[in-house]
């Protein structure tokens, strides 16, 4: 019995080594991608006009990176609040620790170079080695055009410095952990020419990251079977809001949807009047339709004809419960 016992005892030292090792890789050794390129972006107004568009309409980085005004429908963002960051991400919204928007105008970024900004958006690792938690959809931002990002750069370069004081972002374990493993090298693509409309708006939907919200999700993680068919829950301070089903399922999707109701469902937030106040107790939602309501027409088609041209899956949705 001795014997055995002192095999059993070397066998769980080896094994708790390895372990610690494994740690010590993930940890300090991660994440595994390139230094940040060397990049000197030109800010002409026309790059800055177009990285304006993204950034506000289809990437929606000022989304996260501004202050939304929540007594208003689906929270338009606040005057004088772009890019200072501060929004709050946290368990009882389903997220594996605590998570913070950063401040992007040149307050935070001005020393920064453009290819560090470039690392960033598109693998999530920062100026100083650190992982960023993907609530900020970096996994999606690395398959875009080089160019895109750089348009998205120019226009966060021109935005105006405002101060904010933002907490640090903290994951729990063991996410702190596989936080390192996440980065990949980016995998750019060109964008599609618009009369491609199918693979464009593939490409659109990908810069929007709309399978994020619209895919059911446990501990941050999507669940791809379920993919645009609705059902992740948000915590809303009056009820449980869950994302729609943009499947082209005909009874629980948008199968019976027109091109022409997909747009005017947009284009019906267009004007700032269109957005009603609401109270603490009243339903509203996370989907932030006053930015995208100013989507072109022509990109907004192109993502019905991808989101029609998906697999309908069936998956009835209560989409708001007190």
Avoid at 112 to 141: A, C, H, L, Q, S
Avoid at 151 to 160: E, F, G, K, N
Avoid at 286 to 312: F, G, N, Q, R, V
Wanted: proline share 6%.
């Amino acid at each position: 019995m001795g014997k055995v016992k002192k095999v059993l005892f070397y066998g769980l030292g080896i094994l708790i080594l390895v372990i610690g090792c494994l740690m010590l890789y993930v940890k300090y050794v991660l994440p595994d991608v390139a230094a940040a390129p060397y990049l000197q972006v030109d800010t002409s107004p026309e790059r800055i006009e177009r990285g304006k568009y993204l950034a506000t309409h289809v990437a929606v980085c000022m989304d996260c990176h501004s202050t939304r005004d929540w007594s208003k429908f689906s929270g338009p963002l606040k005057e004088n609040s772009l890019g200072m960051g501060g929004e709050y991400f946290g368990p009882e919204m389903g997220f594996p620790g605590t998570f913070y928007s950063k401040n992007i105008t040149p307050t935070n970024l001005g020393d920064w170079t453009d290819g560090e900004i470039f690392r960033v958006i598109t693998t999530g690792v920062k100026r100083n080695g650190e992982v960023i938690f993907p609530v900020m959809p970096y996994e999606n931002y690395r398959k875009l055009d080089r160019q895109d990002i750089y348009d998205i750069i120019a226009y966060v370069r021109s935005l105006q410095p405002l101060e904010n004081q933002i907490p640090n972002s903290k994951a729990d374990f063991p996410m702190n952990l596989i936080l390192n493993t996440i980065p990949e090298e980016a995998a750019f693509t060109t964008r599609p020419e618009v009369s491609d409309q199918i693979r464009y708006g593939e490409y659109l939907t990908t810069a929007a990251s709309c399978v994020i919200c619209h895919t059911p999700a446990k501990k941050g993680k999507l669940k791809m079977d379920l993919a645009f068919a609705g059902g992740r829950e948000f915590k809303m301070p009056a009820g449980i809001l869950r994302s729609q089903n943009i499947t082209p399922d005909l009874e629980t999707g948008i199968g019976n949807w027109s091109r022409e109701d997909f747009i005017k469902r947009f284009k019906a937030y267009s004007e700032e009047n269109s957005l009603s106040s609401v109270g603490e107790e009243d339903y509203n939602t996370i989907m932030p339709w006053a930015m995208y309501a100013d989507m072109t027409e022509d990109d907004l088609s192109a993502i019905y004809k991808y989101l029609h041209s998906l697999e309908p899956i069936k998956n009835e949705i209560v989409f708001w419960e007190k």
